[in-house]
């Protein structure tokens, strides 16, 4: 890593500079795209958005100052450690941060963070740490407006049955005669007498003489 670089950890008001850089800092930019077979093609790709990047590299917080430090005021190894782990176990993202070279930055959650200390250099700690990118879900929220009024029942209707039992009625108009009213209702003219049998007191004596006008019982088939 060049010199002129810093990397940091940030989270609301609180950084965390890392005072030894690491020999190299790995990105990966992935991808989530979709492969199929097409009959007569072959393998396609569907090209989907791009994945979360991946970044990880190791490194170690000394005890004491040397020339192959970042910066001179480096924090106690303890508590740089234990500042990373807050970081982690806070459940929210932080900010990276590589000030030139690659110059990245982007929220990121902190997948991994290994610790540990070697023989030969007592309380110099030791790590290694994987981060993800973190990316912001925006849910839209539809807002459905349910009217208070309440439905309303009203009570049936009881209605008088006018009609005549078993039947309708039908008043006769111009041009009318029993065998087309049979025709029209039982659908044959010669039913015409079940029509004339219950309507004698209106039309008379002679089926085949109704007028406009007369009110006729229309029995049930």
Known sequence: MSSSCQIYLAQQYTRFRFPVLPET???????????????????????????????????????????????SD????????????????????VRFTITGG???SMYV?????????RGGDPETIYFSIALKEYREVVVRQIKVQVSAKKAMISAPISR?????????????????CLWNLAKKFYGGGA??????????????????????????????A
């Open 102 to 104: 690659m110059n990245v």
């Open 191 to 220: 039913k015409y007498t079940a029509i004339y049998n219950v309507n004698k007191s209106v039309i008379g004596g002679n089926p085949n003489l109704i007028y406009p006008g007369q009110v006729l019982t229309i029995p049930a």
């Open 25 to 71: 800092v790995k990105v990966g930019y992935g991808s989530d795209n979709d492969k199929m077979k097409v009959c007569g093609v072959g393998e396609v790709t569907v090209i989907q958005d791009s994945a979360a990047a991946n970044i990880s590299f190791s490194s170690f917080f000394p005890k004491h100052y040397f020339s192959g430090c970042d910066y």
């Open 109 to 117: 959650t902190i997948e991994k963070f290994d610790i540990e200390e």
């Open 160 to 176: 008088t049955d006018t009609s005549p039992a078993g039947g309708q009625t039908y008043t006769v108009k111009k041009g009318d």
């Open 74 to 93: 480096i924090p106690d190894p303890l508590s740089a450690a234990e500042a990373i782990s807050t970081f982690k176990n806070s459940g929210k993202p």
